[in-house]
């Protein structure tokens, strides 16, 4: 609540004039349809807004040193968490792959540094979840 009264009342103080009421769907809308009428991104990703707010003098006002640094502290721990998970759409998509590999006589070693060459973070969560269900 705090933060919504700050970031309200640095508009009132800076005489910030709202955007005009946009009637149509945005979420059907073009990325350049929603700058031409003046509609911004939010931040897509916890990493993203963390980044923002970080340089907000208005949060860090509004919230104190020690809530405004400790917070950004959790949430980083929090992303970091959320970003090593393997999810299911990559144990579906990679686990068949390496099953095709597998059945093919390739060795499984030989391949992987291949086959995954131009997908950062992935292969790294990949080869971890499959060593784990490989040995459960």
């Known amino acids: 609540?705090?933060?919504?009264?700050?970031?309200g009342l640095?508009?009132?103080?800076?005489?910030?004039?709202?955007?005009?009421?946009?009637?149509?769907?945005?979420?059907?809308?073009?990325?350049e349809e929603r700058i031409a009428n003046g509609i911004d991104e939010l931040p897509s990703t916890l990493y993203t807004a963390?980044?923002?707010?970080?340089?907000?003098?208005?949060m860090k006002e509004a919230l104190g040193d020690h809530i405004f640094y400790n917070f950004i502290e959790a949430k980083s721990i929090e992303w970091d968490s959320f970003r090593t998970q393997v999810?299911?759409?990559?144990?579906d998509q990679y686990l068949k792959i390496i099953s095709q590999i597998k059945k093919q006589g390739?060795?499984?070693?030989?391949?992987?540094?291949?086959?995954?060459?131009?997908?950062k973070k992935s292969y790294e969560k990949l080869i971890r979840s499959f060593f784990l269900l490989e040995f459960r």
């Open 10 to 31: 640095d508009g009132i103080e800076n005489k910030l004039v709202p955007a005009a009421e946009v009637r149509s769907n945005i979420y059907v809308m073009t990325r």
């Open 50 to 58: 963390l980044k923002e707010l970080s340089v907000s003098p208005i």
């Open 87 to 91: 999810t299911d759409w990559e144990i």
């Open 1 to 7: 609540m705090t933060t919504i009264l700050a970031a």
């Open 106 to 119: 390739m060795a499984l070693l030989q391949a992987i540094p291949c086959l995954f060459f131009s997908i």
